[in-house]
């Protein structure tokens, strides 16, 4: 294989590369399975922390998608084998957060006195707490966290899918079963509401990004 990837385009190498160690591994090469998935798990982690807003739920689901790609080797049939496991990552996200709503702790849409429901985003945010409390170690990727966990579900994984991992519509679209419009459309309201969350930790933010959350709120008097 080595000797035919001479003149290629290092995207061009990774893609045979990577087409090779799919095609062992459905075979039953073990070693080659280890090596997509030491290729991949970083990033499935990533856009399972991004979903799940939780270390160990995150970790839960990232081992759940990888038993689950192992099983489903011989269903791979081309393409971006990135999206396809993606697609394998946000389903395993679904299903823990649904065994998380068989048990929860708390209510998954907690009631007003008046048996009303109240809307996710609104119940998310943590009123309790300020920008000094929700800060840690990295101070903007823990905003950036604490206003994604605000996010609905539906709205957390497409901004997930296209901002963080890149993917774009037509692939979320097919990742999460819905059309390229609706795709669209919780995009936008997606990022509206991290810009206004963001807007909480301005002082944070790189001077281009602030500069955006300041013309908008002069937009907005």
């Known amino acids: ?22 095609t062992r591994a459905v075979d039953g090469d073990l070693d080659a399975f280890n090596q997509l998935v030491l290729q991949h798990q970083q990033m499935a982690y990533n856009v ?6 939780d270390e160990n739920a995150a970790a839960d689901a990232t081992q759940e998608a ?15 084998f990135k999206s396809w496991f993606l697609r394998i990552v946000t389903n395993a996200c679904y299903d823990e957060l649904r065994r998380q709503r068989r048990r929860p702790t708390i209510p998954i849409e907690p009631e007003t006195n008046e048996g009303e429901l109240i809307e996710s985003p609104e ?8 920008p000094e409390e929700v800060l840690g ?4 990727e823990n905003a950036i966290q604490h206003c994604l966990t605000g996010l609905e579900q539906k709205f957390r994984v497409v901004i997930t899918l296209v901002d963080v991992s890149g993917e774009d519509y037509e692939t979320v679209a097919r990742i999460i079963g819905t059309p390229i419009g609706t795709v669209k459309s919780r995009l ?12 909480g930790f301005r002082e944070l933010l790189p001077d281009q990004f602030r500069h955006i959350t300041e013309e908008n709120d002069e937009l907005a008097r």
């Open 1 to 22: 294989m080595k000797c035919c990837l001479v003149g290629l385009s290092l995207a061009q190498k990774a893609i045979m590369e990577e087409t090779e160690l799919i």
């Open 48 to 53: 399972a922390y991004r979903i799940m807003a």
């Open 66 to 80: 990888v038993i689950s790609m192992y099983r489903k080797l011989d269903t791979y049939r081309g393409g971006s």
């Open 123 to 130: 119940w998310l945010e943590d009123k309790s707490a300020g």
């Open 137 to 140: 170690a990295s101070e903007i």
């Open 188 to 199: 936008a309201r997606a990022r509206m509401k991290m810009q206004q969350c963001l807007q």
